[in-house]
């Protein structure tokens, strides 16, 4: 569990990453060397894991979004970590989940098109060892996506 303060920190970086340190004091009310020591105490404990920059899919020219729901044939440690190891080693795939109900697995793919979907099925997913069944939903419109957790 993390201190109040760390939560005002974690909320004002989810919202500009990009903040100076100074600016991040004033924002969440501390000394900016205080500030900098509890930032980097969340850094080195893991909680902030990393920086980057938010990307809008589409204008970056990947217009299709999918959801799969995969299902393997057996859940034996072969077919589990090869699945696993092909899944997080493609750039399509933005998060991979397993899961509890009908599919073993979710995964949220972006691609360029439907073209490069199907490429993307016919030439990977459908070549994967141990896959039983892959049921696709196109994402029609996104109405909400977030990064930052709610605190």
């Not at 989810?14 to 991040?24: D, I, S, Y």
């Not at 990307?55 to 970590?81: M, N, P």
């Not at 691609?111 to 990977?124: G, I, P």
């Amino acid at each position: 569990m993390i201190e109040k303060q760390d939560e005002h920190i974690l909320v004002q970086l989810q919202r500009e990453g990009r903040t100076t340190n100074q600016q991040l004091a004033d924002d969440v009310g501390m000394s900016t060397s205080a500030c900098w020591r509890r930032v980097r105490a969340l850094e080195e404990t893991g909680v902030i894991t990393g920086y980057a920059a938010l990307v809008d899919r589409e204008k970056a020219g990947f217009a299709t979004s999918a959801i799969l729901h995969v299902s393997l044939e057996r859940h034996d440690a072969k077919f589990v970590d090869e699945f696993v190891s092909r899944v997080t080693a493609r750039a399509e795939v933005l998060e991979c989940f397993a899961t509890t109900g009908d599919a073993d697995y979710h995964l949220r793919v972006v691609v360029r098109d439907m073209h490069a979907y199907n490429l993307f099925l016919d030439e990977f997913m459908f070549r994967l060892p141990g896959i039983r069944t892959v049921r696709t939903n196109v994402v029609l419109k996104e109405i909400k996506t977030s990064v930052a957790l709610p605190f």
